[in-house]
Structures are given as structure tokens and as C-alpha cells.
């Protein structure tokens, strides 16, 4: 029982002195935190004074870069491809024949049709003479006639057939790999190469819906591609006349020239979109800029102390966002520090 009582009196002990120890230890900080005089030391932390200035608001996208033209190259007949008459990777003409089908199938049927075709004009031609002398009637002349139209039917849809055997560039580009041979035998379905248009790009971007109303057609924009320190000019010429209700965004496309071949479609592009030019702006780094639940926050020196402020952004560039509502001009605002700050924090500002 003795020993019981003195490793309970030992823990107690133990306790008390930890406490002691603790409520020792918290004065000797709050000693530190304060000056000699008994005030809380102040943080040095650095600052700007806000001020009006004009702003060239540029919006920061990223886009999309797609050929101007381009097409995925079949054929519409079925049957064994005869002749190939393109370069993989090559340019080609609009109206250049690109592979040509078997046609002799096809042009055994159209004979047969031309000589239907022309025993029905024949049939025809007697009929309206007989008809003339009243030697037959209405009746069995509009049914020669007819057979001569049907005949004449026949051998159009076999010559149409004909042609599609000819596969032709519907227009001037470049095309891509194949994926036949002479001797393939080739369907609908089959896809022989893509041929694109390179000599104008189309860059297809969205904007949010609040700077819907400050883009416009012919407006210039600037765009950059990976692994190039190039800055390229496009035009808008197109935009979508509604905001998709899914991302609350509004499609924009514009076209650059693209005669030296260096871009290529397919790839992204960082753009930087012109909107209105904004005079007595107020704008801060981006470092001081909290974001938090309900929004952003800045911190602002009033009387040596920080003061939390709820701020409205609108365009953020590298360096900077613009503020529309939350500061004035002439307040201090806290650059450096500011994710040990509290409200009421003593602090000392070097206005940088």
C-alpha cells in the first residue's frame, strides 16, 4: 500500500511540475513578443501604396490551334485501287486526282446502259412519228418516252459512279500518311490520309461571360506556342452568339497566317486577349492577394496594425491583379508576410 501511495504521490508531482514548467515557459515568450516597454513587437513586412494608374487590360487564355481547312480523305465507291498519285506529306492542288479506283466493272455497265439508252431514243423518236400520223396513242407514246428517260437515268447514275472512282484534293494543302497500297481493296469506310490547310490557322479560345461584351470582331490578339519564345498576331473574325450554359464561357475564334509552316494544328496556344483600357486603376501584386472562401483578401497597414480587407479582381496578369472594389487610393498595402498576419497585428511597413 506504501508503494501505491508513492507512485501516486510521484505522478502528482510530476504533474505539477510540468505545469509550472509550461506557464513559465508561455511568460518567457510573451516576454520576447513585447519590447522593453511592455508592447507587443511589431512584424517588418514590405508594402506598396496603391495608386490610380492606367491599365492595359490584357486577358491570359489558353487556345487551341486547328487548320484552317481540313478533311479526312475516302472513298466513296467500293473496289481496288489502281493507281496512287500523291507524296505522304507532300503538297497537292485543289481538283489534283489523289488515288484512282478500278473502274472496268463500272464502265461495262455504262455501255450496256448507253445501248438501252439508245434503242429507247430510238423506240422514242418512232413512237412520236406514229403518234404524229395517229397510227398509236397517247398512252403507248408516254410509255416509249418514259423508257427512254429511265434509260437516261440509268446511265448518268453509272457515270456519276464513274467519276467517284477518281478521288480529287477538294482543296489546295498538304496531306498526311496513307494507309494504302496500290492493290488495297478500299470501302467507305476506310480512312486513306487527312489533308489539311496550314497556310491559315484558326485559334479557338473561350472568355469568360463577363468580358463577353468587350470582344469584338477584327480586335488583334497576340498568342505564343510551347518551346517558341515567338509571338505570333491573329484577328478575331468569328465569335459564338451565345455563352455556353456549361462553363459559362464564350467561344472565340480568330485566323493567322501561317506561310512559313512553323505552327502546327493541333498544338495550344497562350493568348493574350486586348480588352478595354481601364484609366484610374488600382492595381496590386499578386502576392498579396489571399484567396479564401468568399473570395480574396489583402491586408492593409491602418495605424501600425494589419487590417484585413475583402477585395473584387478582375484580370490577373504574371505580377499584378486588378482590383475593382475593396481599396482606395492611398492605402498600404502588405506584399510580404502576409500569411502570418492577423487583424491587429503590429506591424512596420517598408514602402518598396
Do not use: H
Not at 81 to 90: K, R
Amino acid at each position: 500500500m506504501k508503494i501505491k501511495y508513492l507512485v501516486y504521490a510521484l505522478l502528482t508531482i510530476g504533474i505539477i511540475g510540468f505545469i509550472g514548467y509550461r506557464i513559465t515557459e508561455n511568460k518567457s515568450e510573451n516576454a520576447d513578443s513585447k519590447d522593453p516597454k511592455g508592447k507587443s513587437k511589431s512584424m517588418s513586412v514590405n508594402g506598396i501604396v496603391a495608386s490610380p494608374q492606367t491599365f492595359d487590360n490584357n486577358l491570359s487564355l489558353s487556345g487551341s490551334i486547328e487548320a484552317n481547312e481540313q478533311v479526312e480523305i475516302r472513298s466513296e465507291v467500293s473496289g481496288i485501287v489502281e493507281g496512287i498519285y500523291f507524296q505522304e506529306g507532300s503538297n497537292v492542288s485543289k481538283g489534283q486526282v489523289l488515288f484512282k479506283v478500278n473502274d472496268l466493272e463500272l464502265r461495262a455497265q455504262l455501255r450496256q446502259t448507253s445501248t438501252r439508252e439508245g434503242l429507247a431514243s430510238e423506240n422514242e423518236r418512232r413512237a412520236k412519228l406514229l403518234l404524229q400520223k395517229e397510227a398509236i396513242s397517247q398512252e403507248e407514246y408516254d410509255l416509249a418516252r418514259a423508257d427512254l428517260k429511265s434509260a437516261q437515268a440509268q446511265s448518268q447514275l453509272i457515270k456519276a459512279q464513274i467519276a467517284k472512282t477518281s478521288v480529287r484534293a477538294p482543296f489546295s494543302g498538304r496531306i498526311g500518311l496513307r494507309s494504302i497500297s496500290p492493290g488495297t481493296y478500299i470501302t467507305p469506310a476506310i480512312l486513306v490520309a487527312k489533308l489539311v490547310n496550314t497556310g491559315k490557322l484558326k485559334i479557338t479560345f473561350s472568355i469568360p461571360e463577363k468580358y463577353a461584351s468587350q470582344v469584338k470582331t477584327n480586335t488583334y490578339i497576340t498568342f505564343k506556342v510551347a518551346g517558341s519564345d515567338d509571338k505570333y498576331t491573329a484577328k478575331v473574325y468569328a465569335i459564338e452568339p451565345e455563352v455556353a450554359v456549361a462553363t459559362r464561357t464564350l467561344q472565340v475564334r480568330a485566323i493567322a497566317e501561317n506561310s512559313n509552316g512553323k505552327l502546327l494544328p493541333g498544338t495550344f496556344a497562350d493568348v493574350e486577349l486586348p480588352l478595354d483600357i481601364i484609366k484610374d486603376a488600382i492595381v496590386v501584386p499578386t502576392e498579396a492577394v489571399i484567396p479564401v472562401q468568399n473570395g480574396k483578401k489583402v491586408f492593409i497597414s491602418s495605424n501600425g496594425q494589419a487590417k484585413e480587407v475583402m477585395i473584387e479582381t478582375a484580370t490577373r496578369t504574371d505580377a499584378s491583379i486588378l482590383v475593382l472594389s475593396g481599396l482606395k487610393p492611398g492605402d498600404t498595402v502588405i506584399t510580404s508576410g502576409v500569411m502570418s498576419l492577423k487583424n491587429e497585428t503590429p506591424v512596420t511597413v517598408k514602402i518598396k
